[in-house]
């Protein structure tokens, strides 16, 4: 399996973003979707997950600015991102596993896409 990850720049602080995660095959609606983000120095943190029943799961630094969805027939997944905060600049990766929130285990992972948010 293949995600590659999209969607990523540079936006001012209070700015919105679409992140996309393309599958090479259809396996989105089987298997636990995750977005994560890195800052150097730091680990990767997740920021969403989508169960294939369709629940989700934020941190609280995120809750109600991030949302996750899917389009089965794209094989894509997206992570709508509004009201940016500097402190959310980092590499984005999307993923696919199990489990949800803090507990998800990934199999596979995107590359990767560069969130920055300045003025």
């Known amino acids: 399996v293949q995600l590659q990850a999209s969607g990523g720049g540079l936006v001012q602080p209070g700015g919105s973003l679409r992140l996309s995660c393309a599958a090479s095959?259809?396996?989105?609606?089987?298997?636990?979707v995750g977005w994560h983000r890195q800052t150097p120095g730091k680990q990767r943190e997740f920021v969403a997950t989508?169960?294939?029943?369709?629940?989700?799961n934020y941190p609280n630094s995120v809750k109600g600015r991030f949302s996750i969805f899917r389009d089965n027939a794209k094989n894509t997944v997206y992570l709508e991102m509004n009201n940016l905060k500097p402190e959310d600049t980092a590499i984005y990766y999307c993923?696919?596993?199990?489990?949800?929130?803090?507990?998800?285990?990934?199999?596979?992972w995107g590359q990767g896409t560069l969130v920055t948010v300045s003025s």
């Open positions: 095959e259809n396996i989105f609606k089987y298997n636990t």
């Open positions: 993923s696919i596993g199990s489990g949800r929130g803090y507990f998800h285990q990934a199999r596979y």
């Open positions: 989508l169960s294939t029943g369709g629940s989700t």
